[in-house]
């Protein structure tokens, strides 16, 4: 006799492949300031994905998330190694890429945001984005330094300083509860890091 309980999904291969697409394509990459593996955030991604209950194919798109956006990888690639679901959640994470006229750092987060409003409240797409944003901020608050002038002066290394960031935070925070649908303990570790990054 046991009470031992299954898992909810069972890796069908989808997320290896996955995994193995993201870790070759994001191989050169590290995170911002630091030689730590740009891995590091796609496995976290995809992680607080399946701690929040998300599918085996959510779980995919998190690892590759960034893969059209920061890698020259095609949705079609993407979609071949795994499904169309996937590529469809992938596309819908990626921030529409514009020429050097468009250089401007809101323009770029304005658009996501309006694509964000569009979307439906059962979208496959959302838990990653917002799983993606706690990763961002977490991490972020956790390396925030203690003191005003430092505070100010840490956003100088992001293409968006402080006030831009800090608009496209409480925007994503605002578009994402509004959905209604997404767990509140994950929306409420952004809202918990944004009040840290922005108090
Ligand atoms: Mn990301």
Known sequence: ????????????????????????KHATQANKGSGIPY???????SS??????GTEEQAAAALLHDVLEDTK???KRVK??????IADMVKACSS????????????????YLEKLNDKKPNDPSLLV????????AERTANEYPKTADAQKNYWSKFNAGYDIQKLWYTSLYEGLNAKGTLPPALLERLQVAIKILFN
Request: positive net charge; without cysteine.
């Open 80 to 85: 071949r190694t795994t499904n169309k679901n």
């Open 48 to 53: 607080l994905v399946i701690e929040h209950g």
């Open 96 to 111: 529409k890429k514009f020429g050097e006229e468009h250089s401007d750092p809101w323009i770029v987060k304005k658009v």
């Open 1 to 24: 006799m046991t009470d031992k309980q299954m898992p909810n999904w069972q890796p069908t291969g989808l997320i290896q492949r996955a995994f193995k697409l993201a870790a070759k």
């Open 39 to 45: 891995l590091t955030h796609l496995l976290a991604v």
């Open 73 to 75: 990888t095609s949705y």
């Open 129 to 136: 984005a917002l799983s993606d944003k706690v990763h961002n």
